[in-house]
């Protein structure tokens, strides 16, 4: 967006789908129903590595093991994002833990150890569910369920209660580029019948009538960022932030 500003490129912002992302432990895992933020933070900050080795140093409750961990590696968007909602800055995490872009090597690594925790997409946690558990997510202060545990389902993620792992994703479509009746026929049905396709690809679909506010607002032609600073928000979805309230 500051790359467009700086260039004076005009550009649609355009929603298309839900992402989420689930906490999972091993099935055997006894203690961990549900986890903080701030305890995830503990877990993953880059000042945890080498220190931050037991359960236990994160909560006195917790076993006296190792705690083994799993993770995207640092050029997966779902890192990117993880590291961002729960560390506080992109990229901030840290090392000393099995990356993999393969999320199927986090859900063995998971399945095969008491002791482990790890993080991916939400569609392939729910796929895994015989082999994992998903853990409950307690936002904190700026959390719509303020003290409460959320686990991730089409419903939370939609109504914004699975907070701060959950996130609207967009297409961006420059003005220039949507003169062209072309690029008009294509976002048109990217938000018409492409919508019916947003669930194969592992996506939470948005309601019917966001993708019509969507339309709405690129059949108007208006350009730029509803969404730019608004992520922490409380209680605000894609709508009210289409809709201008």
């Known amino acids: 967006m500051e790359d467009c500003k700086k260039n004076n490129i005009k550009y649609f912002e355009l929603p ?49 093991q190792a705690i083994k961990l799993y993770g995207p590696g640092s050029d997966s968007g779902t890192f990117d994002y993880f590291t961002e909602a729960i560390v ?9 833990y099995t990356a993999s872009e393969d999320d199927n090597v986090i859900v063995q690594g998971v399945a095969s150890d008491k002791f482990a925790l790890g993080y991916f997409g939400l569609s392939y946690a729910a796929e895994n569910k015989s082999k994992i558990n998903i853990v409950g997510l307690i936002g904190g202060d700026k959390s719509p369920k ?33 003169e062209r009746k072309e690029v008009q026929d294509f976002v048109r049905f990217y938000l018409g019948e492409g919508t019916k396709l947003v ?20 059949d108007a032609g208006t350009t730029g960022s509803v969404f730019a600073g608004a992520g922490s928000k409380i209680g605000v979805t894609v709508a009210d932030l289409l809709s201008g309230k």
């Open 16 to 64: 298309i789908a839900f992402d989420a992302i689930a906490i999972v432990v091993n099935p055997k895992n006894d203690w961990l129903k549900e986890v903080t933020v701030d305890d995830l933070k503990k877990m993953w900050e880059p000042s945890a590595q080498g220190k931050i080795t037991k359960w236990s140093q994160i909560n006195p409750k917790w076993p006296d």
């Open 88 to 96: 506080g800055k992109s990229k901030a995490s840290r090392g000393d």
């Open 146 to 178: 303020k003290g409460a545990a959320v686990l991730p389902s089409k419903e939370t993620v939609e109504n914004g209660s699975y907070f701060p792992l959950a996130r609207p994703i967009f297409i961006y479509v420059s003005r220039a580029a949507a």
């Open 199 to 218: 669930s194969e690809v592992g996506y939470i679909a948005l309601p019917a009538s966001t993708y019509k506010l969507a339309t709405a607002r690129f």
